[in-house]
């Protein structure tokens, strides 16, 4: 009776241990790809300067500068093919010291069509962009390729994914359409290089390009 109980106690545990397994690995994949508002929001959100008691969080981003806010105001209304190669890289420079969150807008292959996968985490974003806190802020909207196809093609592809991303916004949330920034790299940022066709590399990174928050 014991050895048997002794066993029963031991099949009872690899039991419990997998149905333990399975719930976490079933979590996991279920929040695979989601994004909410409230991280989106959380990444573009300036954050604020420190304080003695906040020593050990991350430093503030720097403000803009007046160059960069000036350089900024030529392209809120230009549209994204008219950006020269030089306009593309300064927007880049400026973009990698500001606020972000890729959110991999996925597209189907070929295709400026969001996807219903993907259409969840632009709502998301959308609710973000129109929340108080990000009131009075410029935003980029840049779009990305895989690497299959030609380079010049790939280039366009990207600026009209960019541009979908913003037509969605503009009409469904009322955003003002100067005040997104959009902009094509084609196939030259890829988020897996190692991997150049993966779908991962189809998308639209966001960025808050004037740390502004809600002065307006």
């Not at 600026?159 to 009322?174: C, I, P, S």
């Amino acid at each position: 009776m014991a050895i048997a109980s002794k066993r029963h106690g031991r099949d009872t545990l690899r039991s419990v241990l997998a149905l333990g397994v399975l719930m976490v690995m079933s979590g996991g994949m279920a929040n695979a790809g989601e994004v909410s508002e409230g991280q989106i929001l959380q990444a573009l959100t300036p954050k604020k300067p420190l304080t003695r008691s906040l020593s050990m969080t991350p430093p503030p981003e720097a403000a803009t500068s007046p160059t960069d806010a000036r350089f900024i105001d030529t392209v809120r209304n230009r549209t994204t093919r008219s950006l020269s190669t030089g306009e593309r890289q300064q927007i880049a420079t400026i973009a990698d010291q500001r606020p972000s969150i890729d959110l991999e807008i996925n597209f189907d292959y070929n295709s400026t069509t969001i996807g219903a996968r993907a259409k969840s985490a632009v709502e998301a974003l959308g609710r973000a962009l129109t929340n108080p806190d990000l009131k009075g802020s410029t935003f980029l909207l840049a779009g990305y390729t895989d690497a299959a196809g030609p380079d010049a093609y790939n280039q366009t592809l990207s600026e009209r994914r960019a541009d979908a991303v913003k037509h969605y916004l503009v009409e469904k949330f009322g955003i003002a359409g100067t005040d997104l920034v959009t902009i094509g790299y084609g196939e030259t940022r890829l988020k897996k290089p190692d991997a150049p066709l993966d779908a991962a590399n189809r998308r639209v990174q966001v960025v808050n390009m004037q740390n502004k928050t809600a002065s307006k």
